[in-house]
């Protein structure tokens, strides 16, 4: 076992063991707090503004003229496929947003994102007609789905959360 040339007794093993704990610990970023019900009000509001933003506000602002040449994936009609459009994309963006019935709103929206990828853009990740973007909204609003709206959410709920205690039995 070598010691540090520096005249100390200490184990030139314990060193850079300990410094590689400390290199280790900057690196997995151990001196930020973590918060799962922080990430997930993050995702809602990130996911569901840009949703809204970027996607749903065009839709539900072009009016007729959209609602006329919308494409109709389902065989439900133009008007009915840009009403689940809008509904997908402005509604339950917006509840996302809220963190409001926001499992319902991140299905709602997981099912629109799934009918523009698989259905619309025919699952092509690259290229011409490219169903990127909906496959990574997909992804997130599948998260949303299984992981719920966290504590920071009008919801209120979390699975995070420390569960409630169960109420004593009253004796008879």
């Known amino acids: 076992m070598g010691l540090l040339s520096s005249g100390t007794n200490v184990p030139l093993e314990f060193v850079v063991r300990y410094r590689m704990k400390k290199i280790g610990s900057l690196l997995r ?6 918060s799962v019900d922080l990430g997930l009000l993050v995702l809602r509001v990130w996911l569901g503004a840009s949703m809204l933003l970027l996607h749903g506000w065009g839709k539900a602002a072009g009016g007729e003229k959209m609602m006329r040449g919308f494409p109709d994936p389902l065989g439900v009609g ?3 496929s840009w009403g689940l459009a809008v509904f997908g994309e402005v509604i339950c963006a917006a509840l996302l947003v809220l963190g409001l019935f926001t499992r319902f709103a991140a299905l709602a929206s997981a099912i629109t994102m799934g ?9 092509v990740l690259s290229g011409s007609n490219s169903g990127e973007m909906a496959f990574i909204y997909l992804a997130g609003f599948v998260a949303i789905f299984l992981a719920g709206p966290g504590r920071f959410a009008l919801d209120g709920k979390s699975k ?3 569960p409630k205690k169960p109420r004593p039995v009253a004796k008879d």
Request: net charge neutral; charged share 10%; aromatic share 14%.
């Open 160 to 162: 995070s959360s420390a």
């Open 78 to 80: 133009n008007q009915a």
């Open 29 to 34: 970023l151990e001196f930020l707090p973590s």
């Open 115 to 123: 009918v523009a990828f698989f259905i619309v853009h025919r699952m």
